[in-house]
């Protein structure tokens, strides 16, 4: 390795030809008095974020791997969670919040995320009974950028759970490569570069859609409901697009923290839990940057999908099929191989958060300016329970969370949780859910 | 490939004369002048309907470089789940990006003269006249029907303005096939109803309607230059003119096109998209092993199908395929040809291997990425080729008694299933069905012992007792719900949504009819396509009342609540 390197060569995010991320801290010269800000009057915005992985974490009557025993400030951090140790004091942990079904089917793997994102237990499995809440959210903030939102899968699944309509998913990136050019291709601009100028072509770009909006109307005249839907979301979906051309002819604001990455290598596809981690912490960098160079406010993670096909190389189980197959050791309490797979998955998040808490940003980090809300479909995976799912908040939502707690709870709705990570994101909710798991009342205990 | 090119040019050249006669209509008004029209559907374009699209209009050299939404199968079939899909705003950029790329080939400058038809006055400045003739003739392919005046002076505006500065009129005619390439006019099929002049107070599809839903059902294309004037000139509205049309669609090679749509939309093989295996328990195992597979299961089945017309029921015990390279490794058999080449190859009387069971399409998507999976091969069994989908497993199944299944078979393991009461519902109708396969591993390779122990592929459904997977085969090919199946997702796929309860004494009537053609699947198309059921209108629920006195044309009075989605 090259032992000769500056800002320089870091700004590059190469060293010796190997590819890094370090944060470096912005210049205390960009910055205003408080540090809030940048010196220009740039505010740091909030950026919020979903981060979901598949089949739970382990807690028995005998074997519990992840739910600290003691609540509050002073939490412990289980074996399970040991991933997320390096950002304790930035995360708050959840447990004992469950899916309040109103008699509607466990529909496995479908229904705990299904809850928790759209406030309500589904009929059908495939769809959510309305709009998941990061949409919501990035309504409210995810302005001002290229892209509204962006979704990333890194188990190279074509898997999204974030839904305008309950039944049209994103369409998420499945490699570091296809998020690199998403990103940093064709229609970038680097907030730092000295030399910008608008593209007229792009007022070109926006005649072709004006085009079309204009015959809005006839088309949407006597339509039925879910036709009327449908439309809806295709000029939903035309009206970002303009958005987002629109803010490629402003110059875009300085971004200290903005480092464009080197472009990634094309990756091995597999969805072994090594391959899906190195997938994972690529992805992590790259939507860092994302965020750090104002292309999006807003992300969505799925790093493994409900019925996890993950499984350790060579294994010729899935982690799935595990969870199934897999006898209860007696002495443990608890299914040993899975896990030992769960606590392999979460070493995901905190490679994903701690990636994020890299970026040094204002007179923090990234992580520092974001909310996170991670989530899984179940609580223990073996018997399906929509019980004590797993729930996290990470991020210090620019000083909104009192963050490094364990809130405990007997059985509440799950969209109390999902409220509280809306109301930190700044998103103007106040209510959330429908039937037993509608709430008005998100966790205090963690909002400043 | 060449041949179809001129081809295409041909048939847009006559389009071109037949189109420019047809007078814009206004907005508001699109199924015919002065007619009210009602919009009975609204179903978002496949993958493959795109693809067939932008190859039949604008030729198959036409690179398409993006990532298209993902679908999502309902009642077994994309063709349904996407009739319910919407196009979202990360899709939206990827259509937008693939539309700027297919306008600036096709009017590169290799291209424009074939495509265009005309020529500016100034090849520098705008030219409204060569505009309007090129939106009205290319927005007619595209949307399937003629373009309202609006919707072509709203091109022809931004293609002046791009023209002017741009400094180049084909600049600016980009922008306006642009604009047409993401219209949801083209990204959707919006079907419309108007009222049926045979039937007072009720409703029929209109002319255009008609020829995208048997174009799509036939061809998975939009329609050509012959069905669009047999839907201008009301001939779609005849029974002898439907049937000529079915007759010249059926016997066109297009038909393959069309084939291969439906059976990679039944047979599921986009889950071939993104297929991965362990790579230390099958190294054969590679995307060219997964494309070739592909491309093995499709030929075989147009092979079978549409060239020899064969007996639909023979698909499930045709010893007789396609391989290549990649695929003889897999399948273990000599292979003397070039890499680049295919050969006829049929699997000997004795062996185990035969029908599209057997093939490593089937095999190697339903599996784990370590091992087979009797389990998912005999749902699908069930689901794909006999219409009996499984329902969704109970949450809370103990399997404390589960045995380690690092010794044995997977036999043992799935016995507890059998004996559990909450289990065996479901897997007594999936796994002795699955187990038949067993002697195929993960990817379709052969094998005859796990762990060092035989494997039994004896089974036992409802007293019948069968051996293996030609044995499976066999009883599939006896079975009558296999091909009654067949016609129901045939008709599904057609129309876009599952069938209802109204639906199921043409369905009978449509097995039946299949039976006597001989199980021939050009003839049950032609049988679908020509009945009133298949144009049938079902007016969808209405955020505000319909006008009342409206009845529903066809074989019932079915509203949309009686449709299942």
Redesign the interface.
Same mark, same amino acid.
């Given at each position: 390795m090259n032992p000769r390197f500056d800002r320089r060569s870091l700004m590059r995010g190469l060293i010796g030809g190997a590819a890094v991320c370090v944060g470096i801290p912005a210049l205390d010269i960009f910055l205003d008095n408080h540090g809030k800000a940048y010196a220009n009057g740039v505010k740091l915005p909030t950026r919020f974020g979903t981060y979901f992985w598949g089949l739970g974490l382990t807690n028995t009557a005998e074997g519990n791997l992840w739910v600290p025993t003691k609540t509050g400030p002073d939490f412990d951090i289980m074996p399970q969670l040991a991933p997320l140790a390096p950002v304790k004091s930035k995360i708050s942990v959840f447990s004992g919040f469950r899916v309040i079904g109103d008699g509607r089917? $466990?529909?496995?793997h479908w229904s705990g995320h299904a809850s928790i994102l759209a406030g309500a237990a589904p009929q059908n499995?495939?769809n959510f009974e309305g709009p998941s809440f990061d949409t919501v959210v990035a309504d409210a903030i995810g302005t001002g950028t290229r892209f509204?939102?962006?979704?990333i899968s890194p188990s190279?699944? +074509?898997t999204s759970y974030s839904t305008?309509?309950g $039944?049209?998913?994103? +369409?998420?990136e499945?490699t570091p490569l296809?998020l690199y050019m998403r990103l940093f291709g064709?229609g970038f601009q680097d907030p730092n570069s000295p030399n910008w100028k608008p593209d007229?072509d792009i007022?070109?770009?926006q005649?072709?859609?004006?085009?079309?909006t204009?015959?809005r109307?006839?088309?949407m005249?006597?339509?039925?409901?879910?036709?009327?839907?449908?439309?809806?979301?295709?000029f939903?979906?035309?009206r970002?697009?303009e958005n987002?051309l629109a803010i490629q002819l402003q110059k875009p604001e300085k971004r200290e923290a903005c480092m464009i990455p080197p472009k990634p290598y094309a990756g091995k596809?597999?969805?072994?839990i090594d391959l899906v981690n190195a997938n994972n912490r690529q992805m992590a960098r790259l939507m860092a940057m994302a965020l750090a160079c104002n292309q999006t406010k807003v992300f969505n993670v799925v790093h493994t999908s409900g019925p996890s %096909?993950t499984?350790i190389?060579?294994?010729?189980?899935?982690y799935h099929?595990r969870t199934?197959?897999?006898?209860?050791d007696a002495k443990l309490g608890y299914q040993p191989m899975s896990s030992k797979l769960a606590g392999m998955v979460m070493v995901g998040l905190g490679d994903f958060l701690t990636e994020l808490d890299a970026v040094k940003e204002g007179d923090g980090t990234l992580l520092d300016h974001s909310v996170v809300m991670a989530f899984s479909d179940t609580g223990y995976a073996?018997?399906?329970s929509?019980e004590n799912i797993p729930m996290i908040i990470a991020g210090g939502a620019s000083g909104r969370h009192k963050a490094g707690q364990h809130v405990a709870s007997k059985g509440e709705a799950v969209t109390r949780v999902s409220l509280t990570a809306q109301q930190l994101a700044g998103a103007p909710v106040g209510e959330f859910g429908s039937g037993a798991m509608k709430t008005s009342n998100p966790i205090s205990e963690v909002m400043a | 490939m060449r041949k179809r090119w001129l081809r295409t040019a041909v048939i847009l050249a006559s389009a071109a004369t037949m189109l420019s006669a047809a007078p814009g209509v206004p907005?508001?008004k699109?199924a015919t002048a002065n007619t009210p029209?009602?919009?009975?559907?609204?179903r978002?374009i496949t993958e493959s309907q795109y693809r067939h699209a932008i190859a039949d209009i604008f030729g198959p050299d036409i690179r398409l470089n993006a990532?298209f %939404?993902?679908g999502?199968r %309902?009642g077994g079939l994309l063709a349904i789940g996407n009739s $319910?899909?919407?196009?979202?705003?990360?899709?939206? %950029?990827?259509y937008?990006?693939m539309?700027?790329s297919i306008a600036d080939q096709a009017l590169d400058a290799k291209h424009r003269d074939a495509l265009v038809g005309c020529r500016p006055a100034d090849p520098k400045a705008a030219d409204a006249a060569c505009t309007t003739q090129f939106v009205q003739k290319y927005g007619a392919l595209l949307f399937r029907r003629p373009l309202?005046r609006?919707?072509v002076a709203?091109?022809v505006?931004?293609a002046g303005?791009?023209a002017v500065?741009?400094g180049d009129f084909y600049e600016g005619l980009k922008?306006a096939l642009?604009?047409l390439l993401?219209?949801?006019?083209f990204?959707?099929r919006?079907e419309q109803a108007e009222p049926d002049p045979d039937h007072p107070g009720q409703l029929r599809l209109d002319g255009y309607s008609k020829a995208s839903r048997l174009s799509y059902l036939i061809l998975d294309s939009e329609p050509d230059e012959e069905l669009l004037r047999a839907a201008a000139s009301g001939e779609l509205h005849t029974q002898a003119g439907l049937e000529r049309q079915l007759a010249r669609m059926t016997e066109s090679p297009r038909v393959e096109a069309g084939v291969k749509a439906f059976f990679s939309d039944l047979l599921q093989l986009d889950q071939l998209d993104?297929l991965?295996k362990?790579?230390?328990?099958y190294p054969k195992f590679s995307q060219a092993m997964v494309d070739s597979a592909r491309e093995e299961t499709l030929r075989t089945l147009v092979d079978d199908l549409v060239t020899r017309d064969g007996d639909y029921r023979d698909i499930f015990t045709n010893r007789t395929t396609y391989i290549n390279r990649p695929l003889a490794a897999v399948y273990n058999v000599p292979f003397l040809g070039g890499s680049d080449s295919w050969t006829r190859y049929t699997f000997p009387g004795d062996s185990d291997r035969a029908g599209v069971l057997t093939e490593v399409t089937f095999l190697s998507m339903f599996a784990?990425?370590?091992?087979s999976s009797p389990t998912r091969r005999g749902v699908k069994v069930n689901e794909i080729f006999l219409c009996r989908p499984t329902p969704?497993?109970p949450? $809370?199944?103990d399997?404390?008694k589960?045995?380690?299944?690092e010794n044995g078979t997977v036999r043992t393991?799935l016995l507890d299933h059998m004996t559990n009461p909450g289990c065996a519902g479901c897997h007594r109708l999936s796994d002795p069905v699955g187990l038949t396969l067993e002697r195929f591993d993960g990817i379709g390779q052969s094998r005859t012992a796990e762990n060092g122990v035989p494997i039994d592929v004896s089974a036992d459904l409802g007293g019948r007792k069968f051996n293996g997977a030609s044995g499976l085969g066999q009883l599939l090919h006896d079975d009558p719900r296999a091909p009654a199946c067949l016609a129901q997702q045939v008709y599904a796929y057609g129309i876009g949504r599952e069938p209802m309860q109204a639906d199921e004494g043409f369905l009978a009537a449509v097995a039946k009819g299949f039976a006597d053609d001989g199980y021939r699947i050009k003839a049950l198309y032609r049988r679908i396509g020509s009945s009133p059921e298949f144009f049938r209108v079902v007016?969808?629920?209405?955020?505000k009342p319909t006008a009342p006195g409206q009845k529903v044309a066809g074989a019932g009075s079915h509203r949309?609540a009686g449709v299942s989605r």
């Amino acid at each position: 390795m090259n032992p000769r390197f500056d800002r320089r060569s870091l700004m590059r995010g190469l060293i010796g030809g190997a590819a890094v991320c370090v944060g470096i801290p912005a210049l205390d010269i960009f910055l205003d008095n408080h540090g809030k800000a940048y010196a220009n009057g740039v505010k740091l915005p909030t950026r919020f974020g979903t981060y979901f992985w598949g089949l739970g974490l382990t807690n028995t009557a005998e074997g519990n791997l992840w739910v600290p025993t003691k609540t509050g400030p002073d939490f412990d951090i289980m074996p399970q969670l040991a991933p997320l140790a390096p950002v304790k004091s930035k995360i708050s942990v959840f447990s004992g919040f469950r899916v309040i079904g109103d008699g509607r089917p $466990n529909l496995v793997h479908w229904s705990g995320h299904a809850s928790i994102l759209a406030g309500a237990a589904p009929q059908n499995a495939n769809n959510f009974e309305g709009p998941s809440f990061d949409t919501v959210v990035a309504d409210a903030i995810g302005t001002g950028t290229r892209f509204k939102a962006l979704d990333i899968s890194p188990s190279g699944k +074509t898997t999204s759970y974030s839904t305008r309509t309950g $039944n049209s998913f994103a +369409t998420p990136e499945t490699t570091p490569l296809a998020l690199y050019m998403r990103l940093f291709g064709e229609g970038f601009q680097d907030p730092n570069s000295p030399n910008w100028k608008p593209d007229p072509d792009i007022i070109l770009r926006q005649s072709v859609l004006s085009a079309i909006t204009e015959q809005r109307k006839a088309l949407m005249a006597d339509v039925g409901r879910a036709d009327q839907i449908k439309l809806d979301q295709y000029f939903t979906s035309l009206r970002e697009t303009e958005n987002s051309l629109a803010i490629q002819l402003q110059k875009p604001e300085k971004r200290e923290a903005c480092m464009i990455p080197p472009k990634p290598y094309a990756g091995k596809p597999g969805i072994s839990i090594d391959l899906v981690n190195a997938n994972n912490r690529q992805m992590a960098r790259l939507m860092a940057m994302a965020l750090a160079c104002n292309q999006t406010k807003v992300f969505n993670v799925v790093h493994t999908s409900g019925p996890s %096909e993950t499984y350790i190389a060579g294994d010729d189980k899935t982690y799935h099929q595990r969870t199934h197959d897999e006898p209860t050791d007696a002495k443990l309490g608890y299914q040993p191989m899975s896990s030992k797979l769960a606590g392999m998955v979460m070493v995901g998040l905190g490679d994903f958060l701690t990636e994020l808490d890299a970026v040094k940003e204002g007179d923090g980090t990234l992580l520092d300016h974001s909310v996170v809300m991670a989530f899984s479909d179940t609580g223990y995976a073996k018997i399906h329970s929509l019980e004590n799912i797993p729930m996290i908040i990470a991020g210090g939502a620019s000083g909104r969370h009192k963050a490094g707690q364990h809130v405990a709870s007997k059985g509440e709705a799950v969209t109390r949780v999902s409220l509280t990570a809306q109301q930190l994101a700044g998103a103007p909710v106040g209510e959330f859910g429908s039937g037993a798991m509608k709430t008005s009342n998100p966790i205090s205990e963690v909002m400043a | 490939m060449r041949k179809r090119w001129l081809r295409t040019a041909v048939i847009l050249a006559s389009a071109a004369t037949m189109l420019s006669a047809a007078p814009g209509v206004p907005a508001g008004k699109r199924a015919t002048a002065n007619t009210p029209h009602t919009t009975v559907a609204i179903r978002r374009i496949t993958e493959s309907q795109y693809r067939h699209a932008i190859a039949d209009i604008f030729g198959p050299d036409i690179r398409l470089n993006a990532r298209f %939404e993902p679908g999502k199968r %309902e009642g077994g079939l994309l063709a349904i789940g996407n009739s $319910n899909l919407s196009l979202t705003s990360g899709g939206f %950029e990827q259509y937008f990006a693939m539309a700027r790329s297919i306008a600036d080939q096709a009017l590169d400058a290799k291209h424009r003269d074939a495509l265009v038809g005309c020529r500016p006055a100034d090849p520098k400045a705008a030219d409204a006249a060569c505009t309007t003739q090129f939106v009205q003739k290319y927005g007619a392919l595209l949307f399937r029907r003629p373009l309202a005046r609006s919707d072509v002076a709203a091109r022809v505006a931004i293609a002046g303005k791009g023209a002017v500065q741009k400094g180049d009129f084909y600049e600016g005619l980009k922008l306006a096939l642009d604009s047409l390439l993401m219209a949801p006019e083209f990204l959707f099929r919006i079907e419309q109803a108007e009222p049926d002049p045979d039937h007072p107070g009720q409703l029929r599809l209109d002319g255009y309607s008609k020829a995208s839903r048997l174009s799509y059902l036939i061809l998975d294309s939009e329609p050509d230059e012959e069905l669009l004037r047999a839907a201008a000139s009301g001939e779609l509205h005849t029974q002898a003119g439907l049937e000529r049309q079915l007759a010249r669609m059926t016997e066109s090679p297009r038909v393959e096109a069309g084939v291969k749509a439906f059976f990679s939309d039944l047979l599921q093989l986009d889950q071939l998209d993104g297929l991965t295996k362990d790579a230390s328990t099958y190294p054969k195992f590679s995307q060219a092993m997964v494309d070739s597979a592909r491309e093995e299961t499709l030929r075989t089945l147009v092979d079978d199908l549409v060239t020899r017309d064969g007996d639909y029921r023979d698909i499930f015990t045709n010893r007789t395929t396609y391989i290549n390279r990649p695929l003889a490794a897999v399948y273990n058999v000599p292979f003397l040809g070039g890499s680049d080449s295919w050969t006829r190859y049929t699997f000997p009387g004795d062996s185990d291997r035969a029908g599209v069971l057997t093939e490593v399409t089937f095999l190697s998507m339903f599996a784990h990425p370590g091992r087979s999976s009797p389990t998912r091969r005999g749902v699908k069994v069930n689901e794909i080729f006999l219409c009996r989908p499984t329902p969704d497993p109970p949450p $809370n199944v103990d399997f404390s008694k589960v045995q380690a299944t690092e010794n044995g078979t997977v036999r043992t393991r799935l016995l507890d299933h059998m004996t559990n009461p909450g289990c065996a519902g479901c897997h007594r109708l999936s796994d002795p069905v699955g187990l038949t396969l067993e002697r195929f591993d993960g990817i379709g390779q052969s094998r005859t012992a796990e762990n060092g122990v035989p494997i039994d592929v004896s089974a036992d459904l409802g007293g019948r007792k069968f051996n293996g997977a030609s044995g499976l085969g066999q009883l599939l090919h006896d079975d009558p719900r296999a091909p009654a199946c067949l016609a129901q997702q045939v008709y599904a796929y057609g129309i876009g949504r599952e069938p209802m309860q109204a639906d199921e004494g043409f369905l009978a009537a449509v097995a039946k009819g299949f039976a006597d053609d001989g199980y021939r699947i050009k003839a049950l198309y032609r049988r679908i396509g020509s009945s009133p059921e298949f144009f049938r209108v079902v007016i969808p629920e209405k955020s505000k009342p319909t006008a009342p006195g409206q009845k529903v044309a066809g074989a019932g009075s079915h509203r949309s609540a009686g449709v299942s989605r």
